[in-house]
């Protein structure tokens, strides 16, 4: 039987144990300390055992497509060998790295952001296809802003696709293990791939799952061409199952099974299948309604300038808790998805999404219904909890998908855990040595 300490490759790169730490942002933007930045986020990782760590999606231009602020930008090559150290430093502890690359299209921040957009007022917003009306009415609420929009040429993708490649070339060259495409979570590959927002005719368009995926394919093709044989490429993949009745039209679960198999035939490494909206909403980091960090003082000027006025920011906030009612967050809700997704393909499938619990990571490997298994915000809480789920019986985490790390990073604020009961918690294992070995390690 498969177990969380068996060893798996991902195409070449073989990982010491089946535990991975899912994209989370770790707003290093592109900071003169980025490279210290991610070290902080992603050491304590490596250093306790993870097998798996993909970095926080991070940005292939050097403009626009910005899905939330702090996002970093691997556009630059001076920028990106200086997080050589950092590379280093998280691969020393024997974790493999992979990055995150990515870009929003119609889903970036300009449209919810009130500061960035002002700060910004000529960001063209770049679409995959006309939007469909629903979105466009939004427009003309104070729920989203409008954005000055383009639609993309043949040309104007294909040269996107090359410059996922070069992005991955520059990660390649400062000594990444990996690429993660952004590829669900409303990014430009899930726009690609949905009905609901992309009726082209053209090259990029088609009825089928596989003529939508002609994007994924240059990008796969590009990444090959700037990296050496065998540099290992995953991929999220979209169900957008949770899609609101207005989108209807919605990858379903049939879909994702094709796009995995699109993914497979495009040379891709592994697969992490996810339920999402087809827009951005909370159904990929289901939880609570986050209350504390709606009232933390000290966002509130931040908040400010993100939503421009009181009111729209009571109006988001509603909005937030309704959500946050809507959509339950079962204990691994991708688990049924990603089982049927591997039925179909021969990559490793990754799942994520709510697992807290050891004896349920154990589950899903027993019942196969995925090759590995991660969790995202259980790191925020306890950046050291690989030794906890890898060493103690019956392990649990603390999170308790309370969502509080997630709203003050719309405001830019760093990626961590604020829940006092959480950080209280944390400080007591700390002092019992749960989240190290004996000897101090
Ligand atoms: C604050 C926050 C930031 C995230 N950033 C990313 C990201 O950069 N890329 C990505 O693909 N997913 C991102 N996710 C989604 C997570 O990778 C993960 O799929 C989701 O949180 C569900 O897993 P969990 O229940 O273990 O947190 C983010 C989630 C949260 C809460």
Redesign the pocket.
């Given at each position: 039987m498969v177990s969380l300490e068996d060893p798996i490759s991902i195409g070449p790169v073989a990982l010491d144990n089946r535990l991975y730490r899912?994209?989370?942002?770790e707003c290093a933007a592109n900071d003169p300390d980025a490279a210290d930045i991610l070290q902080r986020h992603l050491e304590p990782a490596a250093a306790t055992g993870t097998g798996l760590i993909?970095q926080?999606?991070c940005l292939v231009t050097a403009e626009g497509g910005r899905t939330a602020p702090g996002l970093t930008r691997v556009h630059d090559d001076s920028f990106v060998a200086g997080l050589e150290p950092a590379v280093e430093a998280i691969q020393d502890h024997g974790a493999q790295l992979f990055c995150?690359i990515?870009h929003g299209a119609l889903q970036s921040m300009e449209l919810w952001h009130t500061g960035y957009r002002e700060a910004h007022p000529d960001l063209t917003t770049y679409a995959i296809d006309d939007p469909p009306w629903w979105l466009r009415a939004l427009w003309h609420t104070p729920i989203l802003h409008r954005p000055d929009l383009e639609v993309m040429s043949e040309h104007r993708l294909a040269t996107l696709a090359e410059r996922f490649g070069e992005a991955a070339g520059r990660l390649y060259e400062a000594g990444y293990d990996g690429i993660?495409l952004?590829g669900?979570?409303a990014s430009i590959f899930q726009q690609l791939w949905s009905p609901v927002f992309n009726g082209r005719s053209d090259a990029y368009g088609g009825d089928s799952i596989d003529e939508r995926s002609r994007f994924l394919r240059e990008v796969v093709t590009a990444i090959r061409d700037h990296t050496e044989p065998g540099f290992p490429v995953t991929t999220?993949i979209p169900c957008e199952s949770e899609a609101p009745g207005v989108a209807r039209q919605a990858l379903d679960e049939q879909d994702t099974v094709q796009i995995a198999k699109a993914c497979q035939a495009a040379g891709i490494d592994a697969v992490v299948p996810?339920r999402v909206g087809a827009t951005r909403d909370q159904s990929?980091?289901?939880?609570r309604f986050p209350d504390i960090a709606w009232n933390d003082d000290r966002f509130q000027s931040d908040y400010d300038d993100v939503f421009g006025s009181s009111w729209r920011k009571r109006l988001i906030r509603g909005l937030n808790r309704l959500a946050a009612k809507a959509i339950e967050p079962e204990p691994a809700w991708n688990a049924d998805l990603c089982k049927r997704v591997r039925e179909a393909v021969d990559v490793p499938v990754l799942c994520?999404?709510?697992?807290r619990e050891r004896s349920q990571m154990d589950q899903l490997l027993a019942e196969g219904a995925c090759d590995a298994v991660?969790?995202?915000?259980?790191f925020?809480a306890e950046p050291r909890i690989a030794h906890r789920i890898l060493h103690e019986a019956g392990a649990r985490v603390l999170?308790e998908?309370c969502?509080n790390?997630?709203i003050p990073?719309i405001a830019g604020a760093d990626?961590v855990c604020r829940t006092p009961t959480i950080m209280a918690q944390r400080g007591e294992y700390a002092k019992q040595g749960r989240y190290d070995e004996p000897d101090g390690d």
């Open positions: 899912a994209p989370l942002l993909f926080g999606a995150q990515g993660h952004a669900a979570n999220k996810v990929v980091a289901r939880g994520e999404g709510g697992i991660g969790m995202a915000r259980p925020y999170c998908s969502n790390c997630t990073q990626g």
